[in-house]
């Protein structure tokens, strides 16, 4: 409907997740209208992080060197691995501050019906940081839902003979929440998971 | 949280309307992990609208000459302006195929909250193409919200004395729509814009 490059960005911009035919059009009317620099600093942006970032060849995590920041800390207990989908799951566990650890990014979860298996995660490569035997514990944090609960299930079979400790994260209600708007499986969750209080 | 060119693209794309921070943080992974060329296009796109488009002369809609494809169309009929608030609103009307006329972008409405008055709008050039003395028909067509009626009323009274027909779009009940679900104010300009029928 509009005249060339007009229309061209709308249609690339409609192709990013999450934006429909009306924010493309927001974004670039809005673009258009904008500060020629703003612009300059987003294909600045977009074109330095295609040259500079790749994955840690250790970790999978998003690196502008072979190796992460997190795998490249010397102050980062190596015998302790979290497993986890996404570098945003990296994020979001750092930012508690609980795990010195390192990480193992699958880069997702089992999901036959987007046929989604093992092999198109990053299994094999943990399998390798493994039989170096330095590591003592994984912990499995992929996410409480269905696909990331078949790939825990899945790593922790892969995982039971290897001889070490497997963790997975406690379910249970969420911190600042109300008990009565809890959903069912989560409430039951929370009840098969009960800790005795240490009075 | 994330390493520089990552957080970078982040921080730019979190700058754009109606994209919060998980928004530019799956947009970013989304470009990380897709194709060179994709990343390419999207580049190419942003660079070419801010070279190649720019605003019509006459209407200000975008344009990519001195003057917009509709207002360069000798078969427009240049005798009938419809005014609007945004060029998105000139496609709406264009997709419509009603009106064989040219157009004139205001490029907003009057919003005293957001401290923008008939002096930060295209009003001014609006009286210049008047004055040609060529135009017979103003229609009025900004949004049926609160900043469009007072753009409009305040239009309206402007070209009260300039001797042309000036017309308002219709409100009323949308078509397809349920007339138990209209609101009461459409519902009300709906009983005030009743047309005889004609059987």
Redesign the interface.
Same mark, same amino acid.
Request: aromatic share 4%; with cysteine.
């Given at each position: 409907?509009? &005249?060339?490059?007009?229309q061209?960005?709308i249609?690339?911009?409609g192709?990013?997740?999450?934006?429909g035919p009306k924010?493309a059009?927001?974004?670039?009317?809005?673009?258009?209208q904008t500060d020629?620099d703003?612009?300059t600093?987003?294909?600045t942006?977009?074109? &330095?992080?295609?040259?500079?970032?790749r994955f840690c060849e250790q970790c999978g995590n998003?690196? &502008?060197a072979d190796r992460?920041?997190i795998c490249a800390d010397p102050r980062r207990d190596q015998t302790s691995i979290c497993v986890v989908e &996404?570098?945003?799951d990296v994020?979001a566990i750092?930012?508690t501050r609980e795990f010195r650890g390192t990480y193992h990014v699958l880069g997702g979860a089992i999901s036959p019906i987007d046929g989604i298996g093992p092999d198109d995660l990053r299994v094999r490569e943990l399998m390798t940081r493994l039989a170096s035997g330095e590591v003592q514990e994984v912990i499995i944090a992929t996410d409480p839902n269905l696909e990331g609960e078949a790939t825990a299930t899945y790593l922790s079979r892969l995982l039971r003979d290897v001889g070490l400790t497997v963790t997975r994260l406690a379910s249970g209600l969420p911190v600042g929440g109300d008990l009565e708007y809890a959903d069912e499986v989560t409430l039951g969750r929370a009840f098969e998971g009960r800790r005795r209080v240490d009075a």
């Amino acid at each position: 409907m509009y &005249e060339g490059a007009v229309q061209d960005l709308i249609d690339e911009l409609g192709r990013l997740p999450g934006i429909g035919p009306k924010s493309a059009q927001r974004i670039a009317f809005h673009l258009l209208q904008t500060d020629s620099d703003d612009v300059t600093r987003l294909v600045t942006a977009l074109t &330095e992080v295609k040259a500079r970032v790749r994955f840690c060849e250790q970790c999978g995590n998003v690196a &502008e060197a072979d190796r992460c920041r997190i795998c490249a800390d010397p102050r980062r207990d190596q015998t302790s691995i979290c497993v986890v989908e &996404e570098p945003k799951d990296v994020v979001a566990i750092e930012r508690t501050r609980e795990f010195r650890g390192t990480y193992h990014v699958l880069g997702g979860a089992i999901s036959p019906i987007d046929g989604i298996g093992p092999d198109d995660l990053r299994v094999r490569e943990l399998m390798t940081r493994l039989a170096s035997g330095e590591v003592q514990e994984v912990i499995i944090a992929t996410d409480p839902n269905l696909e990331g609960e078949a790939t825990a299930t899945y790593l922790s079979r892969l995982l039971r003979d290897v001889g070490l400790t497997v963790t997975r994260l406690a379910s249970g209600l969420p911190v600042g929440g109300d008990l009565e708007y809890a959903d069912e499986v989560t409430l039951g969750r929370a009840f098969e998971g009960r800790r005795r209080v240490d009075a």
